[in-house]
């Protein structure tokens, strides 16, 4: 690298309708399974990163304060890989800011890994395909891969590295779902993602759920090929929950939920009694996604703020993929 150079990068969250848990390679994040996401607009994360010869080490910040000794050493870790590529030992000073709540199961590891990425490549001059950059968000998160494009997006499993990208199977316009979150905690979780996708093999299900998983994403697949929320939502519904039984299951337990959580759970179906149709999902967290369409969304909504336990509801439409802005945050 010639000369110390800044860059920005915006990346909007995902929400996976094919959950991610479980890796077979934990250095690489290679997943035990392809996933399928839709990335959201109203979710996001800038991110600006300046390499320089002057830095004693890395610096991060993160919504205004110090990372974490454990985000640090995450973010450290990803820019010595991007680092290793463009064949430089600077040292980098990044800056991140979210407009949602970090650690709650909002995918803030998808994007703000996703918005690292592009902006940390630029900003060493490295030009990188898409599906190149793909595979190098899914280093620092795996789920970061998919919030690289916008839309609805697929992640392949793969056989390796090489063949572990993620790709666009629907542009945003082609369906206008929406993500209605209900937001029951903003406490961070005591353990994060990257940390159960180890425990996830310790349950005597997980082989089942593996074994269900391809034919559930080709139905997936078709039912947003033909806008069919009636197929997709039980579909979406039966997946989160095969998700978190896997994770109260494993040794020892992951029991993301909190009393807010099953609560709305509840709600979602009775309410489709009555016409209303939503459906909900879970990511590593007790927030609860309740997929719909635009004519309902403010019923949905209103209906979430007045349950007990919800303390805020956010929006979010298909929102388009990672990139560079031109408005640095230092
Ligand atoms: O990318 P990670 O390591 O934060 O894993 C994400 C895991 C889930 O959000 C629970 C599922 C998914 O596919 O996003």
């Known amino acids: 690298m010639q000369t110390p150079r800044k860059a920005s990068a915006r990346a909007g969250s995902n929400i996976a309708f094919l959950k991610y848990w479980g890796n077979r390679d934990d250095s690489l994040n290679l997943p035990n399974n392809s996933s399928l996401s839709l990335t959201l607009d109203a979710l996001q994360t800038v991110t600006s990163v300046e390499f320089s010869p002057n830095l004693p080490a890395d610096e991060v910040i993160i919504d205004g304060q110090e990372a974490s000794p ?29 407009n949602f709540p970090l650690g709650v199961g909002l995918a803030a590891s998808a994007s703000g890994f996703a918005a690292l990425t592009v902006a940390a490549t630029k900003a060493l001059g490295l030009e990188i395909e898409k599906r190149r950059l793909t595979r190098l968000a899914r280093r620092g998160s795996g789920s970061a891969a998919r919030s690289i494009l916008g839309g609805y997006v697929e992640w392949l499993a793969g056989s390796g590295d090489e063949d572990s990208y993620a790709r666009e199977i629907f542009p945003k316009e082609h369906w206008e779902l929406l993500d209605i979150i ?33 034919q559930n994403l080709s139905k997936m697949k078709e039912a947003i090929e033909r806008q069919d929320l009636e197929t997709l939502g039980p579909l979406i519904e039966n997946e989160a929950l095969s998700m978190h039984s896997i994770m109260m299951t494993s040794k020892p337990p992951l029991l993301y939920w909190q009393p807010a959580t099953l609560a709305v759970l509840r709600e ?9 149709e939503g459906y909900f999902t879970l990511d590593a967290g007790p927030n609860v996604h309740v997929l719909t369409l635009p004519q309902q969304a403010n019923e949905i909504r209103s209906r979430l703020e ?21 408005e640095h945050l230092f």
């Not at 979602?268 to 209303?276: A, L």
């Open 268 to 276: 979602i179906p009775e309410w489709r009694k009555g016409g209303i």
């Open 306 to 326: 007045k349950l007990p336990g919800v303390q805020q509801v956010l929006v979010a439409q298909p929102g388009e993929g990672a990139k560079i802005v031109a």
């Open 182 to 214: 209900a937001i029951v905690s903003t406490s961070a979780k005591e353990i994060s993602s990257q940390d159960g996708h180890r425990l996830a093999a310790t349950s005597p299900f997980y082989p089942m759920r593996l074994q269900s998983l391809p």
């Open 70 to 98: 454990a985000a640090y050493s995450r973010v450290t870790a990803h820019l010595d890989f991007l680092r290793s590529l463009a064949k430089t030992d600077f040292f980098a000073r990044v800056g991140s800011r979210n």
